[in-house]
């Protein structure tokens, strides 16, 4: 089964800096890109971040997929938010420039059109990161990552067990999945709702049963191996910081400083070009 | 079942890898863009009052963050906290019900039912579209309708499926005091 955590391992610059360090500019790069409208920086972003895609040697087909998932979730928020609200643009920025009207409230105005182009770049300015990570931390490394940025090691240690477990989980999701068909439950969508969540429950409780024997068993023995008598632990994967590390981290606070900053210049989230 | 920290730590893992299995493949798309019907409430509810808060609250956060970051398109915070809210409130009715014991009665599907409809309504028609203005300034309308067809969904998943589980843990459960000593007759 294809590992769901696309892990691509190939040598890059990228591929070299701790998982610590990858994690922590997520959080950082995905607060700076989140917090401001600004349209300077959400562009100087994307182009970064694409820049940052290149270098990483992490190809568009190998994320094919999960890129086209998010143009499609991409484009839906944005006709869903042009379908609920047609001027929240203006309201945003105060000022009203129509260009076209498609009858009734639903008047095109260049505010509105501005304020998705700001949607559309933050998507720009995330995304490419998001998949850098996922590419190219390995996951064992990920609970190592979070216990180094002081997340407690027990709960970095279920996180762990997550990713351990999941491709566990879904071949026995599988298994019972066919097993229950073969005794004849549909879950197609020739039957009406309620009837497909019975049938899911029909996998579900099965499946779920057999996980709290799965938790017993792995509770014993990382008990008998005295799991969470002491205060710290090591981990195999945990690499010492190196000096890009530092400069990679000090960036994206950067970034996040520069995000706050212009909110607080721009007195408030939004970069308005229509007042001058 | 007697509740260990240990334990906690595994059922959090586990749990948080039940949610990614379910929430991550076994959506089934409902009318409304962006919002599928999310059979992975039912089991959350199910595991927060079984192991209690701080469980619910990790599966949820840990489970919801996997599953934005393995569509590889940005983490959305607010849904994702509002998860863990969920998986909070649930938790705390963990209190009322002895699921743990084995006991889920009449009264235990009705505290769990009447918790999960009130915890759903706390966190997506408040929590996760309020949320959503603050941290991504988008139109009141659009979240709050999305807040409110997700948390409907929700609800009418997280009553089918998470009382059947409830139902059928503790059928398979021996309950508390089933065994009696048997007096030696002299």
Request: charged share 15%.
């Amino acid at each position: 089964m294809r590992n769901i955590f696309n892990y691509i391992d190939r040598p890059s610059p990228i591929h070299r800096l701790t998982g610590a360090t990858k994690l922590v500019c997520l959080l950082l790069w995905s607060f700076a890109a989140m917090s401001t409208y600004d349209t300077r920086l959400l562009v100087f972003l994307t182009l970064l971040s694409f820049v940052l895609f290149y270098v990483s040697k992490i190809r568009v087909r190998d994320v094919s997929f999960l890129l086209s998932f998010m143009a499609v979730f991409m484009v839906l928020n944005n006709v869903l938010i042009f379908v609920f609200a047609p001027q929240h643009g203006v309201t945003l920025y105060g000022t009203s420039h129509p260009i076209f009207s498609l009858g009734g409230n639903y008047v095109v105005t260049k505010e509105q059109l501005f304020y998705h182009l700001n949607l559309v770049l933050k998507y720009f300015a995330t995304i490419p990161i998001v998949l850098l990570f996922v590419c190219t931390t390995n996951p064992s490394e990920f609970a190592a990552s979070l216990n180094r940025i002081g997340v407690k090691y027990t709960i970095a240690y279920s996180v762990s067990l997550a990713l351990r477990y999941i491709p566990d989980i879904q071949k026995e999701y599988h298994e019972i999945s066919q097993a229950q068909q073969a005794r004849g439950i549909e879950m197609s969508r020739k039957q009406n709702l309620i009837k497909r969540l019975k049938s899911a429950s029909a996998i579900l409780i099965p499946l779920i049963l057999s996980s709290m024997d799965r938790i017993e068993v792995i509770s014993n023995a990382m008990e008998l191996r005295g799991f969470g008598k002491e205060k710290k632990r090591t981990w195999y994967m945990e690499r010492p910081f190196a000096p890009a590390d530092f400069v990679a981290m000090a960036l994206c606070a950067l970034f996040l400083a520069a995000s706050i900053a212009l909110n607080i210049a721009n007195g408030g989230r939004f970069w308005n070009p229509f007042v001058s | 079942m007697k509740r260990t920290p240990v334990k906690t730590i595994v059922a959090i893992g586990i749990g948080a890898a039940l949610f990614f299995v379910l929430g991550r493949f076994v959506a089934i798309p409902s009318p409304v863009p962006n919002t599928s019907i999310c059979i992975q409430y039912g089991l959350l509810g199910f595991m927060a009052v079984l192991f209690g808060p701080l469980a619910g609250v990790l599966i949820a956060l840990i489970g919801h963050f996997l599953i934005d970051l393995s569509w590889g398109g940005g983490i959305w915070w607010s849904w994702v906290i509002a998860s863990g809210v969920f998986g909070l409130l649930m938790g705390l009715v963990s209190k009322k019900i002895k699921l743990a014991d084995g006991e889920f009665g009449g009264k235990g599907a009705a505290v769990f039912n009447v918790s999960q409809v009130v915890a759903h309504i706390i966190c997506w028609a408040v929590v996760a579209p309020v949320l959503d203005i603050v941290m991504y300034a988008e139109p009141a309308n659009k979240v709050f309708l999305q807040g409110l067809v997700g948390g409907l969904s929700n609800i009418v998943t997280t009553a089918i499926i998470g009382t059947l589980l409830c139902v059928a843990y503790a059928a398979a459960k021996p309950k508390k005091g089933s065994l009696k000593e048997e007096k030696e007759e002299k």
